[in-house]
């Protein structure tokens, strides 16, 4: 082995060379050389509004079980709601600036990428995709702008992993639908001015626009959650809701709708949990370098390194993983299956990640003082939404079996 | 109207920072942000240039590495930008700063030119009025507010006691302090403009202006431990020694 030069930091090795630099603790494998100069500008304007907006009032907004919806013109204007789109006022990023930004929001609350994920890829984006020309034009532009808050309604009470047995229905009336039935679960729902409900109608399965002050529609809060607290969720009720021929989107008429759309959704949160996870993950790293027990660190112990580097390893491989994804989505090569890879791996990754965090924060690892206990509760949430788990370990078990294992 | 922002890019104050072992210099690695204080000049500017129909550009001068902190101030904005970067001028003080940044401004021309009051990575607080004085223009210092009209700019001067309104004839030079605009973020769709934006890099020679680059950091020591402050019981009375204590300092 031979020195290359004086002020050097590569040592030659045969034809290879080997760095002399320490990895960063908090970018070990240098991640951040994976990103070109916009990304990172993208990624670093997300990190300096959720330290400014988010951080400083995240435990209090948990605690209370709000969710602060004037973030929403902040998010606007900086071009975070429905950021991949183009057009309509929308700014048109890569798919990969898209997880960059949900990555960096989630570093501060789940609820709160869960908010910019409904806004962007589960209301906008089946507008953008499957509305009319005026739909677009009516809506798209003030909800990018976060003057119209969206939600999704898909889920039921009675209809959850299992969608297409929902029994909320349209009928033509005339020229109008009425809607009758109910969505559960529904994030944003009391927020929204438009709710994007999907029906079971004659036709097939159909989305509609529906303004949330039509006569016949409710939204009730859901309350007492014990995961993703600083998020409305909701319960919608349509109780014969009479709308107009043009609120229907007009180009799907089955489950690729709905389906489509989670994909978007699902490819934010494969990137958003790796947040989630860097936040535990340096929140017991920092933990760990402070706090004494037997006259030492913390992180002097053997065990606590480990779980120290079991949350590095488990970061970093999560951020390949959704960066990888992210590569895929923007050549236009990525497939609703390999992001079930990421949605399902990489969220249970940062449970993992959010429960060894705590464990090193000890008592304090209970508290809101701490983003810990709070991410790992959120993440709960983000395990089961968009396809639980289980429903994307069938999906990746489909694939490679060649066998549908759902009934 | 043409507004020029002195901005500078710093390391990230939330990294650690290393300093060179024998010049005692800050290490300023590729990769530097906006310096926080520049981030309200910027928006002063923008927002001037927006009820003037005005231009906004930007001058630094220091290695120009990645830009990013540049492109950070385009990406809010701005309509270009001039970065100085010159080895020869590693280790300048206030002045040769001001020299530099003086030559790159006069030769654009400019109506208004704003500047942080102090950079956070220096602190020396005095390169606003150097750089006035080598343009031969007058220097409003500590604004907090500004207005433009009639070939005149009027501010409000920040004071121990309140404020002093003070106006000056165009062009000027002034030294806004943080805290006063709410500074905006930069927007996606700039973010992807900024890279389209022109970005001049110069050196002292293309300036063709004489700097002598002569300070010696001769040593440096950790800053003291701050003392424990005073701790005040309350046996009812504790609001007036809090009062009491503000008074001294002249808070209120
Ligand atoms: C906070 C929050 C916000 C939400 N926001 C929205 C929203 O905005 N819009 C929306 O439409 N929905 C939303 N949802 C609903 C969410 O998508 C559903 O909860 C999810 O799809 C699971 O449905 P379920 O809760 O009915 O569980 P179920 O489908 O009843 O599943 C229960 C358990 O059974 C397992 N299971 C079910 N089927 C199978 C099978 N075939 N094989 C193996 N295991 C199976 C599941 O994996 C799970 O472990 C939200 C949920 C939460 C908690």
Redesign the pocket.
């Known amino acids: 082995m031979e020195v290359s030069g004086v002020g050097t930091d590569r040592y030659h090795f045969g034809m290879s060379q080997i760095s002399l630099q320490k990895p960063d603790p908090r970018d070990f494998l240098d991640i951040d050389s994976l990103l070109d100069d916009e990304e990172r500008l993208v990624r670093d304007t997300v990190r300096d509004f959720v330290r400014r907006e988010i951080d400083p009032h995240i435990g209090g907004w948990w605690e209370e079980g709000v969710f602060p919806v004037e973030l929403a013109k902040v998010m606007g204007d900086m071009g975070l709601l429905g950021m991949h789109l183009e057009g309509y006022d929308c700014a048109g990023t890569s798919a990969t600036a898209y997880g960059l930004a949900c990555l960096e929001l989630e570093a501060g609350d789940s609820g709160v990428r869960s908010f910019t994920s409904?806004q962007g890829s589960?209301a906008m984006f089946p507008i953008w995709e499957f509305g009319s020309e005026e739909q677009k034009q009516e809506y798209l532009p003030r909800m990018a702008s976060g003057e119209l808050i969206g939600?999704?309604?898909?889920?039921e009470a009675d209809s959850?992993?299992?969608p297409s047995s929902m029994k909320t229905n349209a009928r033509r009336d005339g020229d109008d639908w009425i809607l009758n039935g109910s969505?559960m679960?529904?994030?944003n729902g009391n927020l929204a001015d438009i709710a994007v409900v999907w029906t079971r109608t004659d036709e097939g399965v159909r989305g509609f626009i529906v303004p949330t002050d039509t006569k016949g529609f409710t939204a009730n809060e859901i309350k007492h959650k014990a995961?993703?607290r600083a998020?409305v969720?909701s319960e919608l009720v349509l109780d014969n809701v009479r709308l107009p021929a043009d609120a229907v989107l007009p180009e799907v008429s089955s489950m690729r709708g709905p389906l489509s759309c989670l994909n978007e959704a699902r490819f934010g949160i494969a990137w958003g949990v790796v947040g989630a996870s860097r936040a535990c993950y340096e929140a017991a790293l920092d933990y760990s370098l402070e706090r004494v027990q037997f006259d030492q660190p913390i992180a002097s112990f053997q065990l606590t390194q480990q779980k120290l580097v079991e949350m590095m390893v488990s970061t970093q491989r999560a951020n390949l993983v959704a960066l990888h994804l992210g590569r895929r989505k923007d050549a236009g090569t990525l497939s609703p299956q390999q992001v079930s890879f990421g949605k399902m791996d990489n969220v249970r990754n940062a449970l993992d990640v959010a429960r060894l965090a705590r464990s090193v924060l000890g008592a304090n690892g209970i508290t809101l003082e701490y983003p810990v206990f709070r991410h790992m509760a959120n993440l709960e949430?983000v395990y089961?939404?968009?396809?639980?788990?289980?429903?994307h370990t069938?999906i990746m078990g489909e694939t490679i079996t060649g066998i549908g294992a759902?009934? | 109207m043409q507004v020029t922002v002195c901005v500078k890019q710093i390391p990230d104050p939330a990294s650690p920072y290393q300093l060179e072992p024998d010049t005692h210099w800050l290490v300023r690695p590729d990769e530097q942000i906006l310096d926080e204080t520049d981030r309200y000049g910027v928006e002063m500017g923008l927002q001037l240039a927006q009820e003037n129909e005005g231009t906004v550009s930007l001058v630094s001068m220091g290695p120009a590495g990645s830009m990013q902190g540049i492109r950070q101030a385009l990406a809010m904005g701005a309509d270009e930008a001039t970065i100085i970067d010159d080895t020869e001028l590693k280790g300048s003080d206030a002045l040769a700063t001001a020299r530099v940044l003086g030559a790159a401004i006069s030769s654009k021309g400019f109506d208004l030119v704003i500047a942080g009051t102090e950079s956070t990575d220096g602190y020396s607080g005095v390169a606003p009025q150097m750089l006035a004085e080598v343009l031969g223009v007058p220097c409003l210092t500590y604004v907090t507010e500004v207005s433009v009209d009639d070939g005149k700019v009027t501010v409000h001067r920040q004071t121990d006691a309140g404020y002093d309104v003070v106006e000056a004839d165009l062009p000027a030079v002034i030294a806004v302090t943080a805290g006063v605009v709410e500074p905006r973020y930069p927007t996606f769709k700039g973010i992807m403009q900024a890279k389209k934006k022109p970005v001049e890099t110069k050196t002292v020679g293309d300036l063709g202006v004489e700097v002598d680059v002569d300070q010696i950091v001769t040593s440096i020591t950790d800053a003291p431990e701050r003392s424990g402050g005073e701790k005040i019981e309350d046996e009812g009375e504790a609001h007036l020694r809090i009062i009491e204590l503000l008074e001294r300092k002249k808070v209120i």
């Open positions: 409904v589960l939600c999704f309604g898909l889920t959850g992993s299992d969505k679960w529904i994030t995961s993703l998020s969720t949430t089961t939404y968009e396809g639980t788990n289980e429903i069938l759902f009934d």
